[in-house]
């Protein structure tokens, strides 16, 4: 079995530091759950910035790593209001999440904007996750053309030796938040349609970049969208801030 990533992303929540380490016991004792099993999942944690240090000094003898959820793409300097992936190393991250959909959308992001978050993140030797998706779907394919542009515009000048270090997060806006049920031939066809792109334009070396999925990830899905070929994980919102959904998860990986 190949190790399956599973990164929870707290987005703006807890709003107590209290409720966040509590949040974080619950998730390391998963973590001993799967230490425990035969199971390879790996976990990594997105908390609030703010809580980072907190949870770093708690995160002993755990195989959780830690991740932002945004960076800017400058070390240091006069940015008011930014963190720096500098920063976010230093309190023990190894990742950090780019590109949300909710950054794109709230912040304005642009495609060049989450290009230079990812560099300034390898250049750290950390870890991207970088993340892609189309607004809304379309029977005459411009969604793929859509995708392959983000893709193309994030990934284009990072160099083949780092494409281990890159996660591309496949998000579909209609599906992050929803209460509809997420259709497995839908995702599986973009995932067939995301490996096309990569390969087409970045060769077969691309292959080493890992693919997670998110959208509406839960307890009755996640085993079914794991059944699509390519898929190396997935992105966690509302299921990794509920810790009963979350024990819900794990174990039902536990029993494959
Ligand atoms: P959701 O969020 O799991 O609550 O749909 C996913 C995300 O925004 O990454």
Redesign the pocket.
């Known amino acids: 079995m190949k190790t399956l990533t599973l990164v929870l ?1 707290w ?1 703006m929540n807890p709003t107590s530091k209290k409720e966040a380490l509590a949040l974080f016991s619950a998730l390391k004792k998963n973590d001993k759950k799967i230490q425990q099993s035969k199971n390879k999942i790996k976990l990594i944690l997105a908390p609030p910035a703010i809580y980072l240090d907190a949870i770093s000094s708690k995160n002993k003898n755990t195989k959780i790593e830690l991740s932002g959820q945004d960076i800017f793409y400058k070390k240091y300097g006069s940015y008011t209001g930014s963190i720096s992936q500098q920063m976010l190393k230093d309190l023990g991250a190894k990742y950090s999440i780019v590109g ?3 950054r794109r959308k709230v912040f304005n992001e642009q495609n060049e904007d989450i290009a230079k978050k990812v560099h300034s993140l390898l250049d750290l030797k950390m870890k991207a996750i970088f993340c892609v998706g189309e607004e809304q779907r379309d029977e005459q394919g411009k969604f793929a053309d859509f995708l392959e542009k983000q893709i193309i515009s994030i990934l284009k000048n990072v160099e083949i030796t780092d494409y281990k270090n890159i996660f591309l997060a496949y ?1 579909p806006v209609w ?4 209460t509809k049920e997420i259709s497995k031939e839908e995702i599986e066809l973009s995932i067939i349609l995301i490996k096309k792109i990569l390969v087409k334009n970045f060769g077969e070396k691309s292959k080493n970049i890992k693919i997670l999925y ?4 839960n307890p009755e899905n996640i085993l079914n969208l794991l059944e699509i070929e390519g898929i190396d994980g997935f ?5 990794g801030l509920d810790k009963n959904i979350f024990d819900k998860i794990i174990d039902n990986l536990l029993k494959i």
Do not use: F, M, T
């Open positions: 992303n987005k949300h959909w909710e998000e599906a992050i938040g929803s998110g959208g509406s990830v992105l966690l919102g509302r299921s």
